[in-house]
Nanobody
């Protein structure tokens, strides 16, 4: 069983930055890859980024060069540093480990 709690969302202007945090409980996190997804109301949940146990990242093309994923397997935490945010990044952001999801944190990019 894995419990995931996201935090760090908020409202920023275009070009701004936010850092999302995902805190995991249990012993599974340090053994598996972890992911960030996002979802806009009325649309399917969309892959954003993933990170392997060893720290190798992978990004969706839409965020490559602007977002950075990282993790700490001792603290059971994962982060998503989001720079140069655009209005189209507005969504609820979720962390995912195996089949477990957090509750999400809202990111709004607006003038």
């Amino acid at each position: 069983q894995v419990q995931l709690v996201e935090s760090g969302g908020g409202t920023v202007q275009p070009g701004g930055s936010l850092r999302l945090t995902c805190k995991a409980t249990g012993n599974t996190f340090r053994l598996v890859a972890a992911n960030w997804y996002r979802q806009v109301p009325g649309k399917q949940r969309e892959y954003v980024a993933a990170i392997s146990v060893g720290g190798s990242p992978n990004y969706a093309d839409s965020v490559k060069g602007r977002f950075t994923i990282s993790r700490d397997n001792v603290q059971n935490m994962m982060w998503l540093q989001m720079n140069n945010l655009k209005p189209e990044d507005t969504a609820v952001y979720y962390c995912k480990v195996r089949d477990f999801w957090g509750q999400g944190t809202q990111v709004t990019v607006s003038i």
